[in-house]
């Protein structure tokens, strides 16, 4: 497998759901693949596929959400010259360009009432007839489907076929979010980062400062691996001194001073009235963990000054500029907490 599907990480949660991926790719039923956004979905179906008989066949990939729900079915099934407005000539569906080997469904949530029953009939007989023919077409096709949504949910308020559900769960692998994958925060982000330093043309990779990596650790990654990979790639090629270890990291890509609020977020004021200031971000903190006062204040004091020297770039006169403190009292900070030494120069 290349450089662009490589499985990274060691935590047990996420190895079990490749060990189990991997026990069922030698097998012909179908296998459901059920994971949040950016988990690899998509590497794991080509897993399936890479370590089957079936290597050698096709590998045919079904976004079901990218097309609207008119054109699903002539997209999985194929349609005759004439079948509808606009069907100039006979096309072949997914399923017939999949024949004798692999048909991956991403988003199967997604597919309408009428393309599930049809899929049904698929998937149970091996059979598929295109939108406008008579005579059904025999495929040999191996369905391996993804989704984010919870279908056996979806089933019991009857946005999903029951039926269809049974025969496309022989084999469920449920892919763990990268915030319950302990170790791998830190293995992905030195891959990452280490590939991005080696485009750049870094003579070596100095690693992410302590408070970076510490940053990285506590974020919740909604957007999981995908996500980790662009703010990690993104903070290396924003540093521009490759001797020092990376020292800012931005996880909100859009974050800005001059962010437009939107049409529907601006505020409504009165004629005459002064311009309505934007309200101060709130910071969330564990109040009721707080067994320590002075301790607690002087490790928020000291992350706030880690942060600001990063992304400052370690410049200590627009640090004390951007905290509002004058240049001697950056320095008598940075003193208290032993970052004197890492605000030099």
Not at 305 to 326: D, F, P, S, V
């Amino acid at each position: 497998m290349d450089r662009e599907v490589q499985f990274i990480g060691q935590s047990s949660a996420f190895l079990d759901a490749v060990e189990r991926a991997s026990r069922a790719a030698p097998m012909r039923r179908p296998v459901l693949v059920i994971g949040e956004r950016g988990t690899g979905k998509e590497l794991i179906a080509e897993r399936l596929h890479r370590l089957s008989t079936r290597w050698q066949e096709p590998l045919v990939t079904m976004n079901c959400a990218a097309l609207p729900e008119t054109l699903i079915e002539a997209e999985l099934f194929g349609h005759e010259a004439g079948a509808f407005t606009g069907a100039t000539r006979a096309r072949a569906g997914r399923f017939e360009e999949a024949h004798g080997g692999t048909l991956f469904l991403d988003e199967l949530g997604t597919l309408s009432m009428g393309a599930q029953e049809r899929l049904l009939r698929a998937v149970e007989y091996g059979e598929v007839a295109r939108i406008g023919a008579n005579k059904p077409i025999m495929v040999d096709v191996r369905i391996v489907a993804a989704t984010n949504e919870n279908l056996p949910r979806m089933a019991d308020e009857g946005r999903f076929r029951p039926d269809l559900l049974d025969r496309l769960s022989f084999e469920v692998i449920t892919l763990p979010p990268l915030r319950v994958r302990e170790g791998d925060i830190a293995v992905l982000a030195d891959y990452y980062a280490r590939r991005m330093a080696a485009e750049l043309g870094w003579p070596s990779w100095p690693g992410f400062a302590a408070h970076v990596a510490k940053q990285m650790e506590d974020y919740a990654w909604p957007g999981n691996v995908r996500e980790l990979r662009n703010v990690v790639e993104r903070a290396v090629y924003r540093w521009d001194d490759p001797s020092r270890a990376i020292g800012h990291i931005q996880f909100d890509p859009f974050e800005s001073p001059w962010r437009p609020a939107g049409v529907a977020a601006a505020p409504v004021k009165a004629a005459g009235s002064a311009p309505a200031e934007a309200p101060a971000p709130v910071v969330q903190h564990d109040l009721d963990g707080v067994s320590d006062l002075r301790g607690a204040v002087d490790a928020h004091e000291r992350a706030i000054l880690e942060h600001h020297l990063g992304r400052n770039r370690y410049n200590q006169r627009q640090t004390a500029k951007a905290l509002g403190l004058t240049y001697d009292q950056l320095r008598h900070c940075l003193k208290k907490h032993g970052l004197l030494e890492r605000g030099e120069g």
